[in-house]
């Protein structure tokens, strides 16, 4: 047997073992509950019922959302609870699959695309612990990314109008996305920015002429003071520098004070890399990536079932690796992988100083995938070859 075949059997056992627990945790979560999703649909009925969502009993936890971003759960609402948490987890879960499709036609545009690639990257994915977090908790994570790559798709094939829409929507659906607006802001796309501010104007429109626009009052006065509390922030699922700087000081002016200037230099750090290369546009998929890396990074609520969105990172910084041959560095791109898919299921016992160190495993994977992006694109400069390479 070839070394081809023998890795070909390999990742398609690994695709089979994967595809069985993928299967069980969208079959466990669909036979339970699945919280978040439980919040957006009761905060949907609610709103459809002429109440405030925000001040709903029956709710598991508050919503951090918009109104606007309860417009996607109406559909939903036509179905009794339970057939409509099982809807949305196989939607979920399906988009794992054109997730990737998505990504490889972003990356390696009209070649073909090797079975076993994806089947890998498939089976990467669903063994990570964020995939079966938003999975379990009813995230709307993977449609929301699965739409970031289809903007992109679209933009890389300059249909800028089509990409700003949809830009717009996923901002609608998802605010946190509002992040990518600075991408294509240095990029100079007006027409895609244009195209989505216009498509979020007209949504919040929309809500506030059939629901009224007391909501948007009640949600900035009442909903973002809450979000903008550092308190709480060391637990464990919070894996931005936030959480990492919670986790070593309870002072909230320190852990406010430090965050600021840890994410102003990560952020002006992007922005370098992006704005100083802007007519490279062989670096589009690493400055996307670098992108969705820092975002994860800066939010001071990211919990561990965002960095599904890491998927793209992962294989753009892989491929790019395989390119330019520098197999060296596979093994940190291991390291991060295995730092982000793992999971303490017991955090309570580690969580005093200094031990509490080790429950920023995330965190750290993503500020390694950080690093190996950053150094890719600044790797792409003639003159800075001698130098890093």
């Known amino acids: 047997m070839t070394s081809q075949g023998f890795i070909r059997i390999c990742t398609a056992f690994l695709f089979f073992v994967a595809l069985i627990i993928l299967i069980r ?45 309860l417009l996607f759960y109406i559909p939903l609402t036509l179905s009794p609870y339970g057939i409509a948490q099982g809807i949305f987890v196989l939607l979920s879960a399906f988009s794992i699959l054109g997730i990737i499709l998505l990504l490889f036609k972003i990356i390696n545009g009209n070649k073909r695309i090797k079975w076993v690639d994806i089947l890998l990257v498939f089976s990467l994915v669903a063994f990570s612990f964020p995939t079966k977090f938003t999975l379990g908790m009813g995230q709307n994570n993977l449609l929301v990314f699965l739409l970031l790559l289809f903007l992109y798709y679209l933009y890389k094939t300059k249909r800028e109008v089509g990409s ?6 996923s901002i609608s659906f998802k605010p946190i996305f509002i992040f990518f607006l600075l991408f294509f802001l240095l990029k100079k796309q007006w027409k895609i920015l244009i195209t989505s501010v216009l498509t979020i104007i007209f949504v919040i429109l929309a809500t506030t002429a ?112 395989r390119r330019i041959k520098l197999k060296a560095l596979y093994p940190a791109l291991v390291l991060a992988y295995f730092l982000v898919s793992w ?13 509490s160190l080790i429950l920023s495993n995330t965190f750290y994977g993503a500020l390694l995938l950080f690093v190996l992006n950053s150094y890719l694109i600044i790797r792409s400069d003639p003159k800075k070859l001698r130098l890093f390479g």
Request: charged share 15%; net charge positive; proline share 5%.
């Open 343 to 355: 999971n303490f299921k017991n955090p309570t016992k580690f969580m005093e100083f200094p031990v």
């Open 210 to 321: 059939i629901f009224g626009g007391y909501l948007y009052i009640y949600y900035i006065k009442q909903v973002i003071p809450l979000l903008l509390d550092f308190s709480g922030r060391e637990i464990y699922y919070n894996q931005g520098f936030m959480g990492f700087i919670s986790r070593l000081t309870t002072s909230l002016v320190l852990r406010s004070n430090i965050n600021i200037a840890l994410s102003l230099s990560a952020i002006l750090s992007v922005f370098w890399l992006t704005y100083s290369k802007i007519e490279n546009r062989k670096l589009d998929n690493l400055q996307l990536s670098l992108f969705i890396i820092i975002l994860l990074l800066v939010d001071t609520r990211s919990w561990q079932h965002h960095f599904v969105w890491l998927v793209f990172p992962f294989v753009v910084i892989f491929e790019e690796l």
């Open 25 to 69: 945790s969208v079959y466990l979560t669909i036979s339970t509950f699945a919280p978040d999703f439980s919040v957006m649909w009761t905060g949907t009925r609610s709103l459809l019922l002429n109440r405030n969502p925000y001040t709903d009993p029956k709710l598991f936890t508050g919503i951090g959302y918009p109104p606007d971003s």
């Open 164 to 169: 700003g829409i949809i830009l717009g929507l």
